[in-house]
């Protein structure tokens, strides 16, 4: 309680200071929501209405317990193969169960604490920057590739992403500029123009609807995506946000990876019976609401407000609105998250926390921990392993595969390494 009451102070502390600020920082992880979310909720894969309610639910206790901005976004593995096979709630939401369920377990029995430990920081910094140029790359071909001059619309095309790129670099000097929110109500005025009269939302209470899936449906959705989803979450979603949160906000506690990791399995152990989106808390999203001004978790817990109240007033009748917003403006959006995810990896020869001297656990920010100075020689393997987990990742688009090929890698230097040693001593 303590803690809590901390984090809740500081919460306070720091909306007050700066609200806009949060207000945008809140927003900027929509260009990942939004397109999966509505998608999903167009194919009748998941309920919108209960998706809304419950990830805001979830965004006000993971503003209340974590005191970060830490986002509650769609498990893209999962949504990937639900949006592409049309699946069905029942599959949609037992993917979820099965990757929250080994999640639970993982957290549990206390291996998540053990991957941090053993899993090395330039394997887990590929990660993160091979999720930012993943962004960037979905930006560029599914958002803003098909824009045209003209095309598809006068209220959605490429001269409203230059718009939106060049007033980025406008505000990138001004933190205090609410870019993301001044974007997000021009999109949301702009797709009051293109959904048209007759695709407005009405009022609509939310009636929550319990689902008990098949066995069929179950075994569909744990084979064909939950198991597939499992080392995405692990590393991206949990492993990777720890550290993340303790670069980007080293003067707040940082989560363990037990407690993000129960974070994820208990919300999709109770948003998957009433047709909720299965969701994670992502390295990527911390990134962007960062960027984007969240300093705190009053940033979540305003945005989570928000999301209750639209999915209890308005429902399944805001999928239209909803689906009528503009890709070149959540295109930006996704590349300007994608970029500061990225920019993580500078600080991988400089500052990882994997080269403190001192105790971990006593640390207050990397400026002021000493460090171990590496040589030439250590800094060349530690990029090589990294851009290798980096190259794995984006050749197959699996954070598994980025994984291996990461750790095959530093193996391989390690082994180097003892063939080394074993000659010089068999000379001597």
Known sequence: MSKIRRL??????TLRKSPLSEISGSLGDLGTLLPLMITLAVNNSISLSTTLVLSGLWNILTGVFFGIPLPVQPMKAIAAVAISRKFSVEETVSAGFTTAGVVFLFSITGLLQWFTHVIPTPVVKGIQVGAGLSLVISAGTSLLQPLGWSQPSAADNLPWAIFAFLSLLLTQGSPRVPYALLIFLLGLLLSFTLAGSANLPSFQLWRPHFILPSWPAFRTGALDAGLGQIPLTTLNSIIAVHHLSADLLPHLPTPSVSSIGLSVAIMNLIGGWFGAMPVCHGSGGLAAQFRFGARSGASVMLLG????????????????????????????????????????????????????????????????????ELSEKERKERWNVMFMTVGGLLAFRNDGVGFVAGL????????RKWACWLMMNDDE
Do not use: C
């Not at 990896?345 to 990397?366: C, F, K, M, V």
């Open 305 to 372: 407000l928000f999301k209750i109240l639209l999915g209890v007033m308005f429902g399944e009748s805001l999928v239209q609105l909803l689906r009528a917003y503009p890709k070149s403006l959540l295109g930006i959006m996704v590349l300007a998250a994608g970029l500061e995810l990225a920019k993580v990896g500078e600080s991988l020869n400089h500052g990882a926390r994997d080269l403190d001297l001192g105790d971990e656990s006593t640390s207050t920010s990397p400026e002021h921990q000493q460090q171990r």
């Open 8 to 13: 809740h102070a500081n919460n306070v502390a």
């Open 408 to 415: 095959g890698d530093r193996g391989a230097g390690e082994r």
